[in-house]
């Protein structure tokens, strides 16, 4: 800044001055949301181009000036594309489609650093003309997409073919500037560039984020040095922002977190919150359910549910099997999914996935084995405990009716079957022998059980109320026998 | 002759008539006699469904009065009457039961007893060929006076008088049966031998007509057993005729023999066997063409048909894909450490830590064992595999890798140690995606285009890698509509084996001395299996109720048992077998300590209720319509047994106000195809419980258990390392199923089959009917 006053003949101490004021102007809040919206991509594309006859030798600089002028004509001002051969070192793992680490890409280059994007454009001759694939890194957030591919038949066909990719696999991003509660507001990246959308120019391109969209959010944390990391990077686990209102650049977003607090850390000059636009890749994403104190036990036979964000119930999807693994479909009408882990009765984890995006999910959760089984034997005891004391308390009543009307004999019988019934002993004895026979954490489920079921056993189970019944039918029977 | 004017019973007073008014005095007489006789109003009650009561006619100088009584206490109910006209007898007036009435002999004119006024009626409705009314009515004299003059001699005519009009109307069956009766109670009553003779040429004739020798056989063995000289000369023309179509047909066994054709001489031979087997030839003749072509006709209490069901699950299946196909092992037995297999491919060895298991392939000479070890990989490689349609995920849950060592000798490796490796592997032996080796273990192939509603055809495969030259050519397995017309056809040599005898047959057919009954060595389990994709059987209170609704002791002993004891037939409180004996190693599952559900009614009634309401709340929370239990649907396999337990059980469940319907399953079927259905009666096998309570319980099972607990607890099973921990974690499936009522147990039964003493090789207490059927042969000698 300060040269390019001096270039304007801005005298030396006036110069600071004026440093100064800008400074105070841009580093405002207001003027900073704008320099976000107003800045526009800075795109680098390297091409990596086959050495074939059917490539001409000018390939480079045809695309350079090709691609440019579709960014022009088709984004305006959102891009600003550079276009550049690969650098020698890394052409191999591009042919092959491979994706190189992005701290290794930044470290090998750090000139990319200072941009927003990496475009690869690979363009190989297949059996029946050429193919082209492109692939994204988002240098902010380390993220590479999926590679595109597409064949063309022709050379003429090539450069459109490849700006259609690359905007195809060009993912928006955004900034968190506001979070409260379950929603956060966010700003689209050159949002404010964007032509309206009454404008004859603009066109239907996959670069903007619109509401239904889905964000992935991550934390972006520099050191003093204002260097980031490769570990200062990281996306915020098991949460998606779901865009329900978009105007211009603004986006107002649901948060769906498996975490109550999710963005716990502060935005500040060294953290930035951003999202990324998330596109599935994929049909199905594989999900792993892990023993979180021992990642290599899978936990088997846990029950998924699925909710569509804003519906009221939850669909059975199926349980995880013998490697703790689910197969989850993507699905065109909900991308998110919010899955909800039961292991019984017990919820354990609410985990909001797109499915597609991944082909495998691993989800650490709390094994709950263990109380699902003291669960298990506490329920079967209880139930058992209710049919006990269901049938003594109508046959109790039973027995007194025949008494009452002069039927002796089917009292007796009836009292026999009465006594024929678990006793109170009997069944602490049954519980007793559920203790012993189960492991400690089980062990306390069940004596817990057994403490509170102590007053329904004295009182349900008692057995002077079988005495009391047989007084009474002795008495009954003496009577009978007095009158007859 | 008391005058007493309280004898003026009925208020009628007999006038001295004209012939108009003799006709209406006949009348009213005969309306007298008949409300006294009671029979007019037969159409409301028959006569000897009334009050019981004597008739007395006093004599004319007592106006002929007629006078209704009590019956009298005659010595043996006869009337004697005394030559002292002033001697009495004491009668009490049906009118004035209370009061008791000296009459003279001198005035009574006649008594008429209320039991031969039954007899008279009784022999009126055998005049009018109303034989069902004459029977009750004879039937009641008998029962209550068994000493009523004429009343055998009725009994005689109603049979005799029966028999004829069945003969008229041709039911020759029938009537040969009345007829018979009457010759053990009569022998000499006139015209019976005429009947006889008549009625049994004529079902001869309808016999030979329609070709059913055996029974024309049948008859002529009984008219002689029976009917001694009476029909001798009947007999004598009988067997001749019988013995000339036997000769004709012995004579085209000859010929088919000649021309080579093995399989119809022997059919032919048999057949004049069974036409009279005392035909000159035919015995040697059968026996010898058996020798080359032997045939083994089973009597089966469920047909068969191909399933990709597993076979424990059916029990056709269990019985007939044996014949179909061999198993990479398969249970043979049950010894102290648990089950015995075969492995027909090969010879296993487990290592010693449980970790591996070896084959060295069965040598069949040239390349056979490398091809056997190749078609076994492939197929163990198919059940590890998810995205084929046989995977099994415990077995790839155990399957770590393979090895073909030398292209004989097959090495496994497993993840873990496995205590039941064998069991895992009780699948087809090698893969069907190579047709030519798998048909080297097909040792008989189901012939479908014998097209018979009641039979069906197994003929061995001559490329079958172990065939023996004695066993059975073919197997041909009839059905028959009921277990009576198996018993019957086993005993007349119809068929040679009966696959399951109907338990409470097993008695009767033990003491059949012809006959040899065996036990099965593992008792089948019978269950009610809840579709848990419909609210009530998916929700356990419902569950619970319907366990208590049904009287399952009644219906063993009484519908399935008869009555009779039978080993190895009890109550089950889980889904793990009893064991045959309390020291059967097979009842380590088992757990003693549960005792199975008493019957309840009135609590299962409750718990229905309590069930209904949970479904309401539940279903309104999910703002869902509410649930409504319109009728119950049981399905049950085509079998006698299931038939008539399912039949019980409905009628036990009608009892609480529940609707019912039975579902009957087709052939092969272990489970409806649709969720129409709320419960199926499943009989099944349990051979090893570590690895068949997965197959039977688990979620991905045969039941769909959906109780996270229950699958917790067979998921356990899956991680056992120690031998020990065994019997306590399955006690422990036992225990939550029960509580769960995640399928609702019934009985165990321990089946028998029963065979002709000409079926040898037969294992003493198999586990499969046909085990080791390669050893069997017919020796028809015997």
């Known amino acids: 800044m300060i040269g390019w006053l001096s270039t304007c003949g801005v005298p030396g101490p006036t110069r600071v001055i004026w440093v100064l004021v800008f400074s105070l102007i841009y580093a405002a809040p207001g003027y900073a949301q704008s320099i976000w919206e107003l800045t526009p991509y800075k795109v680098k594309t390297w091409v990596v181009l086959e050495s074939r006859p059917l490539i001409p030798p000018t390939a480079a600089a045809q695309l350079d000036h090709q691609l440019r002028r579709s960014a022009d004509s088709t984004l305006g001002a959102v891009w600003d594309l550079q276009v550049e051969e690969a650098p020698v070192e890394c052409r191999g793992d591009y042919f092959a489609l491979q994706e190189p680490a992005p701290d290794s890409v930044l470290t090998q280059f750090p000139a990319v650093d200072g941009f927003d994007k990496l475009m690869v454009v690979v363009v190989v001759c297949d059996d029946n003309g050429y193919r082209v694939n492109v692939a994204e890194l988002d240098v902010r957030t380390r993220v590479w997409s999926a590679w595109a591919s597409q064949h063309v038949d022709t050379w003429a066909r090539v450069a459109d073919v490849t700006f259609t990719l690359m905007c195809e696999t060009f993912v928006p991003l955004a900034q968190i500037r506001r979070v409260e509660d379950d929603q956060v507001t966010a700003y689209v990246r050159a949002g404010a560039l964007l032509r309206p959308e009454s404008s004859v120019r603009r066109w239907n391109v996959p670069i903007e984020i619109t509401t239904g969209d889905i964000l992935q959010p991550v934390i972006r944390r520099a050191d003093r040095n204002g260097k980031v990391s490769s570990d200062g990077v990281k996306p915020i686990q098991w949460t998606v922002l779901l865009v329900e209102e978009q105007v211009g650049g603004e986006l107002i977003c649901k948060t769906l977190s498996g975490y109550k607090q999710p963005f716990n850390v502060r935005r500040s000059a060294r953290v930035e919150q951003l999202a990324l636009l998330i596109r599935p890749k994929y049909d199905t994403t594989t999900l792993r359910l892990t023993d979180r104190r021992n990642p290599e036990q899978p936990l088997v036979g846990y029950d998924i549910y699925s909710r569509r964000p804003g519906a009221e119930v939850s669909e059975f999807m199926g349980r995880t099997d013998w490697r703790g693994l689910l197969q989850i479909d993507s699905d065109e009408e909900s991308p998110v999914r919010v899955l909800y882990v039961k292991n019984g009765n017990r919820l354990l984890g609410k985990l909001p996935v797109i499915p597609g995006q991944m082909l495998e999910l691993t989800a650490p959760l709390r094994n709950d084995d263990g109380r699902l089984e003291a669960e298990g034997v506490v329920l079967g005891l209880k139930e058992n405990l209710i049919d006990l004391v269901a049938r003594r308390e109508v046959l109790s009543s039973r027995i007194r009716a025949r008494i009452e009307d002069g039927k002796l004999a089917e009292a007796e019988q009836l009292l026999g079957e009465l006594g024929r019934l678990e006793t109170k002993d009997e069944f602490n004895s049954r519980i007793d022998r559920r203790i012993r026979n189960s492991k400690d954490d089980v062990r306390q489920m069940i004596n817990a059980f057994k403490v509170e079921s102590r007053a329904l056993l004295d009182r349900y189970l008692d057995p002077s109320r079988v005495r009391e019944l047989q007084s009474m039918l002795d008495q009954a029977r003496a009577s009978d026998a007095g009158n007859g | ?782």
């Open chain 2, 1 to 782: 002759m008391n005058n007493d004017s309280r004898l003026s019973v009925f208020g009628v007073r007999l006038r001295p008539i004209d012939a108009r008014l003799g006709r209406f005095v006949l009348r009213l007489m005969g309306i007298v006699l008949l409300l006294g006789n009671g029979s007019l109003w037969a159409q409301e009650t028959k006569i000897y469904e009334q009050e019981p009561y004597d008739v007395i006619t006093l004599n004319a100088a007592n106006q002929g009065r007629i006078l209704r009584v009590m019956p009298l206490d005659l010595p043996e109910r006869r009337v004697v009457p005394s030559s002292n006209p002033n001697a009495t007898l004491r009668i009490r007036l049906m009118d004035n039961p209370d009061e008791e009435i000296d009459v003279a002999w001198g005035g009574i004119e006649k008594i008429d007893l209320f039991e031969d006024r039954v007899l008279r009626r009784a022999r009126q409705l055998v005049r009018s060929r109303e034989f069902d009314d004459a029977f009750e009515h004879l039937g009641f004299l008998q029962n209550s006076y068994p000493n009523t003059v004429g009343l055998e001699e009725t009994v005689d005519s109603l049979l005799f008088a029966e028999a004829s009009a069945l003969y008229r109307e041709r039911r020759f069956d029938r009537a040969i049966l009345l007829l018979n009766e009457v010759y053990q109670r009569n022998p000499n009553r006139r015209g019976l031998v005429t009947a006889l003779t008549r009625v049994s040429q004529a079902l001869f004739a309808e016999r030979i007509k329609s070709q059913d020798y055996r029974d024309a056989r049948r008859i002529v063995q009984i008219a002689d057993d029976q009917y001694g000289s009476n029909l001798a000369d009947s007999v004598r023309n009988w067997k001749r005729q019988l013995q000339s179509i036997a000769e004709n047909v012995l004579g085209e066994a000859r010929q088919y023999s000649d021309d080579g054709n093995d399989r119809a001489a022997y059919v032919s031979s048999r057949r004049a066997y069974e036409i009279w087997p005392d035909t000159p030839g035919v015995r040697e003749m059968m026996v010898n063409t058996a020798r080359r072509y032997p045939i083994l006709s089973v009597a089966v209490s469920q047909r068969y048909a191909p399933s990709n069901e597993r076979p424990m699950f059916n029990w056709a299946n269990r019985r007939a894909s044996r014949l179909e196909y061999r198993r990479l092992f398969e249970l043979t037995g049950v010894g102290p450490n648990g089950g015995i297999y075969e492995c027909p491919v090969g010879k296993p060895t487990i290592a010693d830590d449980y970790r591996g298991l070896s084959i060295q392939m069965l040598d069949l000479g040239g390349d056979s064992a490398a091809y056997i070890g190749m078609a076994v990989s492939r197929r163990l490689l198919e059940i590890a595999n998810p995205e084929r349609p046989a995977y099994d995920p415990a077995w790839a849950m155990v399957f770590r890798s393979l090895d073909l060592v030398g292209t004989s000798d097959l090495q496994l490796t497993l993840r873990r140690p496995s205590l039941t490796v064998q069991a895992l592997l009780d699948t087809d032996a090698v893969s069907g995606r190579v047709p030519q080796l798998r048909q080297a273990w097909q040792p008989y192939t189901l012939d479908s285009s014998e097209e018979s509603p009641d039979r069906q055809r197994f003929v061995l495969n001559p490329d079958y890698a172990l065939v023996v030259s004695t066993q059975p050519r073919e197997v041909i397995e009839r059905d028959f509509d009921n277990p009576k017309q198996a018993i019957q056809a086993l005993r007349s040599g119809e068929v040679d084996l009966l696959d399951r005898i109907f338990p409470a047959d097993v008695e009767q057919v033990s003491r059949d001395e012809t006959l040899v009954v065996q036990p099965y060595r593992i008792p089948s389990l019978h269950v009610l299996v809840p579709n848990q994709n419909r609210p009530h059987p998916s929700n356990r209170i419902f569950r619970r109720a319907i366990a208590y609704a049904i009287d399952r002791e009644q219906i063993l002993k009484r519908d399935l048992l008869g009555g009779f004891e039978l080993s190895g037939c009890e109550l089950i409180s889980g889904p793990f077998p009893l064991g045959i004996a309390s020291d059967d190693p097979l009842n380590y599952a088992y757990n003693t300590n549960i005792d199975p559900l008493p019957y309840d009614p009135r609590h299962a009634r409750t718990l229905i209720q309590l069930a209904q309401i949970g479904l309401e709340v539940a279903a309104e929370k999910a703002k869902q319509p509410k649930p409504q239990l319109d009728e119950i649907v049981v399905a049950h396999p085509p079998s006698d047994i299931a038939r008539i337990a399912c039949n019980e059980i409905v009628e036990d469940l009608k009892v609480l106000g529940l609707k019912c319907v039975l579902r009957v399953l087709a052939p092969g079927e272990s489970r409806p195809a649709d969720d129409a259905w709320d419960f199926l009666y499943l009989d099944y096998l349990i051979g090893e419980p570590l690895v068949d309570a997965r197959r039977l319980l688990a979620s991905d099972g045969f039941a769909g258990c959906a109780s996270p607990h229950l699958n917790l607890a067979i998921r356990r099973l899956d991680q056992l390392n120690k031998e020990a921990d065994a019997p306590e974690r399955l006690r422990v499936v036992h225990q939550i199923c029960f509580d769960d009522m995640s399928v609702i147990p019934l009985w165990q039964i321990q089946d028998r089959l029963a065979r002709r003493k000409i079926v040898e090789g037969v294992e003493q207490r198999p586990v499969a009917t046909y085990q080791d059927i390669e050893k069997w042969s017919l020796r028809l000698e015997k």
